[in-house]
């Protein structure tokens, strides 16, 4: 089984980070609670207690190299000395505080937690020259230090969102550590992009120069958008209520809501490489069959069906789901990750992921209306789509389906981004904070914003691209 060390940058990586341990835990078919009475553990009863153990170590180490049969609860964990694959990075030190001191805190090992005061103030240049400078050192330390307790590192993990300065700098800084210490491990990279109507004024630029560090140094990237993330939570939770999203915002906590759903789409992207299944796609397969140009590795994700976790209400709650349901929900417009129609623009490259009760007959009835749906790039054999099934559902579910597709239409995300960057650049609004940071230059702004605009063309190319018939080649 493959192992994974998830790399958490910033507030958003950390609040993500906060929420994906306790689900790891829960598929792995540990509970969490002091009163285990009050929860049987289903999942595990259901699911073979030797599937769930094999999968431990791909994101757990343990420091006496045995695994036991009675890892049920988290105090079987912490008498094992068991800790999470985790580096935990932030510049305040609020979200990876509770870390240290919440319910979850001998998961972690002390020595990969690292905070400092006050943050990076929204700035990019502070995450990337100012601390990326003053803790390159360290930051490479901790990292070494977690890939020497991997038997079969298969790669980083990496969470952080690009709208304020510590995520996306500071994590672009981490993001180049890796490719320097550890170049033939590979880094898939989980970012948030902001909404639009941002909390933070030079999110634009701080977005505009992490995409050039994820377009030159990341292998994969599953962005995910905030505003996407938002109408899909509060569609699922207040579809009843008037007041639409603007009610749901004041009733919840949208971003603990918005976080269960990136977790979920992580744990079902690394199920293959962790749990057995009749087909298995690892994620270095996914990687292969997803990335046809270095530049062009920008993944567009759903899930189905959508859900939170702690509720278990989705769409189909109260139905039976039927298989071919849950692929269209996943095909959706409405269900992506992320603002992008997957089947609109030309398809660069698709895989879909079966858990549970998925069959191979579904898997292929349902990948062909899909292949009948969409245009794929001309140099695609047959319109392949890579598919996967992995035979452990998550948990309280008996079924649920990864959608993944490389679409050109991702150019309108980056449009997108580039307008917004136009919009402050061409008055210099904020540009004097981060002319003064040492080592950030005017042109970190132009690059990173011709190389913006080079992977909107090269998406926007391929849709211009016509499926031409090559006749055989002859033998002279
Ligand atoms: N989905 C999601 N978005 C978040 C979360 N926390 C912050 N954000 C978004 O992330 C952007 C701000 O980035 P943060 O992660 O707070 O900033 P940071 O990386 O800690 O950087 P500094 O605070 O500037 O040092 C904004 O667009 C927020 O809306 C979260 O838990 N989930
Ligand atoms: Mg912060």
Redesign the pocket.
């Known amino acids: 089984m493959s192992e994974f060390l998830t790399v958490q940058?910033?507030?958003?990586?950390n609040?993500?980070g906060s929420d994906f341990w306790p689900l790891v835990l829960q598929e792995h078919g540990v509970r969490i609670q002091k009163d285990y009475s009050k929860s049987p553990n289903t999942h595990k009863s259901i699911q073979s207690q030797d599937k769930l153990l094999e999968a431990f170590h791909s994101f757990f180490w343990n420091p006496h190299g045995s695994w036991e049969n009675n890892l049920n609860t988290f105090a079987d964990l912490e008498k094992l000395k068991i800790k999470a694959r985790a580096v935990c990075i932030?510049?305040?030190d609020s979200v990876v505080a509770r870390f240290r001191t919440g319910q979850l805190r001998n998961l972690f090992d002390n020595k990969c937690l690292l905070t400092n005061y006050p943050?990076?103030?929204?700035?990019w240049a502070?995450?990337f020259y100012t601390h990326g400078n003053e803790y390159r050192e360290r930051i490479t330390n901790i990292l070494r230090q977690s890939v020497e307790k991997c038997d079969q590192l298969h790669g980083f993990l990496c969470m952080?969102?690009?709208?304020?300065?510590?995520?996306?700098g500071l994590?672009s800084a981490t993001l180049n550590i890796l490719e320097d210490n550890f170049p033939h491990i590979e880094r898939f990279v989980t970012c948030?992009y902001?909404?639009g109507n941002?909390?933070?004024i030079t999110?634009p630029y701080n977005v505009v120069l992490a995409t050039r560090e994820l377009t030159e140094h990341a292998s994969c990237v599953f962005p995910?958008d905030?505003k996407a993330?938002l109408e899909i939570c509060s569609s699922l939770k207040s579809s009843r209520d008037s007041q639409g999203i603007a009610g749901y915002i004041a009733k919840c906590k949208p971003?603990q809501d918005?976080?269960s759903i990136?977790v979920n789409m992580l744990l079902h992207l690394t199920s293959g490489s962790r749990f057995p299944g009749s087909l298995n796609v690892d994620m270095n397969e996914i990687y292969t069959n997803m990335v046809p140009f270095p530049n062009l590795h920008y993944i567009s994700s759903s899930l189905s069906p959508l859900m939170f976790p702690t509720s278990n209400t989705s769409i189909f709650t109260g139905k039976p789901i039927k298989p071919d349901d849950l692929f269209s929900c996943a095909w959706m417009r409405d269900n992506q990750l992320l603002k992008v129609n997957p089947l609109g623009g030309t398809v660069l490259g698709a895989t879909v992921v079966g858990r549970g009760s998925i069959s191979m007959t579904d898997m292929l009835r349902n990948t062909d209306r899909f292949r009948n749906k969409v245009k794929f790039a001309p140099w695609s054999c047959n319109n392949s789509i890579k598919i996967g099934l992995c035979s452990v559902p998550p948990p309280g579910l008996t079924a649920s389906v990864l959608s993944l597709v490389n679409t050109s239409n991702m150019s309108s995300l980056f449009k997108d981004v580039a307008q917004k960057f136009n919009k402050l650049y061409k008055r210099k609004a904020h540009t004097h904070h981060y002319l003064q940071v040492p080592g950030f230059e005017n042109e970190d702004f132009v690059e990173s914003f011709e190389s913006l605009l080079k992977v909107e063309e090269e998406y926007s190319h391929i849709t211009k691209m016509d499926t031409k018939i090559i006749p055989r080649l002859e033998l002279l």
């Open positions: 940058v910033g507030q958003c990586g609040q993500i932030d510049m305040e943050g990076s103030g929204n700035n502070e995450g952080f969102s690009l709208g304020g300065g510590t995520g996306s994590g948030v902001p909404a941002e909390d933070v999110a995910v905030n993330l971003f918005m976080n990136v």
